[in-house]
């Protein structure tokens, strides 16, 4: 039972549904004319990324990148690998990196720097969800799809310890969960 573990629902299905719908909807006007790739970081981001994708009226591609995490912690190690990279070429492509969370920022700040040494026409940041009172990097997303505050959040592709990606919504884990 996935659901006993949430202490509080976040966003509902619903909410997430008409958020992704309007990030959808400005990436095709601020992309008129033009054909991004997106980049999905795994594997936090793979709903919100087929739920955005669909929602862009644009001829899109899409590539997937893997970035080692927190593993079973709940704070950022700092440190950041490649574990699986694109599969294609991004020099002179107008990229959207497509991620879950943007929390202490060291992955994405680490990220957007790899990615910009390979020469894209350009780059920009779409983030789901963005928990800036924990920023320690110099980074800001382009799209976001909510600002929320520092809580521990799993669902919609979030885990915790690999398990709750698959909740429906977003919520807020029970601190009893992590600490025991
Ligand atoms: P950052 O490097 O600290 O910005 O962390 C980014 C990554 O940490 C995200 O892509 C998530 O995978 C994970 N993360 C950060 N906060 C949360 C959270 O509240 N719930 C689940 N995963 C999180
Ligand atoms: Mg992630």
Redesign the pocket.
Same mark, same amino acid.
């Given at each position: 039972m996935i659901h006993r573990d949430i202490q509080q629902v976040l966003y509902s299905e619903e909410e997430l549904r008409q958020r992704v719908k309007e990030l959808g909807c400005q990436i095709t006007a601020d992309y008129a004319g033009k054909n991004p790739m997106l980049i999905s970081?795994l594997?936090? =981001?793979y709903i919100f990324m087929a739920d955005l994708t669909r929602s862009i009226n644009l001829d899109v591609t899409v590539d997937f990148m893997v970035v080692s =995490?927190?593993g079973a912690g709940?704070v =950022?190690s700092g440190q950041?690998e490649i574990k699986k990279d694109l599969s294609d070429t991004i020099e002179g492509r107008d990229l959207i990196v497509v991620? *879950?969370? +943007? *929390? =202490?920022?060291?992955? @994405?700040?680490y990220l957007m720097d790899v990615l910009k040494a390979r020469k894209p026409a350009s780059i920009r940041l779409c983030t789901l969800?963005d928990?800036p009172e924990?920023?320690t990097?110099p980074i800001t997303a382009d799209y976001v799809g909510f600002t929320i505050p520092d809580?521990?959040?799993?669902g919609y592709g @979030? *885990?915790?310890d690999e398990k709750y990606r698959n909740l429906p919504y977003v919520g807020v +884990?029970k601190q009893s969960v992590y600490e025991k």
């Open positions: 970081v594997r936090g =981001s =995490s927190y709940t =950022s950041v991620e *879950d969370i +943007l *929390d =202490s920022g060291n992955t @994405l700040y969800m928990k924990r920023r990097k809580a521990f959040i799993v @979030l *885990d915790y +884990l």
